[in-house]
Every structure is written in structure tokens, then in C-alpha cells.
């Protein structure tokens, strides 16, 4: 009888270590819900790229240089409950996608919050702040809300409020988007 139960636990210890990821992916799944996409028919284009950005150390980065490229563009607060909350998913998002798609995470908190909020959470997002109004088709007015804007210059999601961005059909998209550019 013992060894039945100790051959047992082995099994139960050996699936649990083959399948941690689906374990974590089952138990651990974001209660947001999965963002909404614009339909290709619906998409505008983003007519200029004229918006100035400054880095969390004071350094000039024009929205410019994402011309061509993949971006999600992220208006968050770390006063704001939602967008807290949604961070979770982007770290996991940021750290499978940084290489394929670029993130600017633009926030009007305070220096001083932005620095206590990565380092108590740990996270290494590129964030901004707004130097100029942005464009017209970005509008930040309220935290969270999630742009994704194709190497084409098509915005394929404006998203308002916290979302699971990190869900299959997020990422299944992200893939598409990344394959139809290579």
C-alpha cells in the first residue's frame, strides 16, 4: 500500500512538473476580459506619427521612430486600480513580444510614483511621458486604454479599460500581425 502511494505522489509530482506552465495558465488566468479588435473595414490609419515622448529619465524619443514598426501604445496610472491590474498581463506580453513588437507605456503620474511602482513591482516596461498632444487617433483621457498599431500604420485595437492582453486570441493576433510583416 505504501508503494502505491509513494509511486502515486511521484506521478502527481511528475505531471505537475511536465505541465506547470498549462497549471499556471489554468489557475492563474486573468479575470479581464479579452480586448475587443476593430474591424479591417473600420480601421483609420494613423496620418502622422508628430508626437513628442520623453523617457522616465528625461530623454527625447519622437513617436516618429515607431514609423513602420509594430506598436502597442499603453496609457496607464498606477493610481488607477484597472491599470494596475492589467500590468500583470503586459509583463508576461512585454517579455515574449519585446523582440517583435514595440511598447510605449505613457503615463502622467509623477516621476516619483513611476519609480516606486517599477521598483515595487519589478517591472521593466519602457515608460513615457507625453511631450505634445498626441495624435488624433490616440486619445488619452483616461487610464487604462491600449492602442495597437500595424507596421502599416493601421490601428487594429483601441481598447478602453483594463483587458487581458496576454490572452490566446491577443497574442494569435500579435502572431499575425508579426508573420504578415516578414
Known amino acids: ?64 521612430k515607431y514609423k513602420r514598426r509594430n506598436v502597442i501604445v499603453n496609457f496607464w496610472s498606477s493610481k488607477s486600480k484597472s491599470s494596475v491590474e492589467e500590468m500583470k498581463v503586459w509583463a508576461k506580453l512585454y517579455e515574449d513580444y519585446k523582440n517583435d513588437i514595440a511598447f510605449v507605456f505613457v503615463t502622467k503620474d509623477s516621476q516619483t510614483d513611476v519609480n516606486r511602482f517599477l521598483k515595487e513591482t519589478g517591472y521593466v516596461f519602457p515608460v513615457f511621458y507625453s511631450g505634445s498632444t498626441p495624435l488624433k487617433t490616440i486619445v488619452l483621457d483616461k487610464a487604462p486604454k491600449t492602442y495597437l498599431i500595424t507596421k502599416s500604420g493601421r490601428v487594429v485595437v483601441a481598447y478602453s479599460g483594463a483587458a487581458n492582453w496576454n490572452s490566446k486570441k491577443f497574442r494569435n493576433l500579435l502572431d499575425e500581425i508579426i508573420n504578415q510583416n516578414k
Do not use: H, R
Not at 3 to 18: C, E, P, Q, S, T
Open 1 to 64: 500500500m505504501k508503494k502505491i502511494f509513494l509511486i502515486g505522489v511521484l506521478l502527481i509530482g511528475l505531471g505537475i512538473y511536465v505541465f506547470k506552465q498549462e497549471i499556471q495558465e489554468c489557475f492563474f488566468e486573468s479575470d479581464l476580459p479579452d480586448p475587443t479588435y476593430i474591424a479591417f473595414e473600420k480601421q483609420l490609419p494613423l496620418y502622422s506619427y508628430n508626437w513628442s515622448l520623453i523617457g522616465t529619465k528625461g530623454s527625447s524619443n519622437p513617436f516618429v
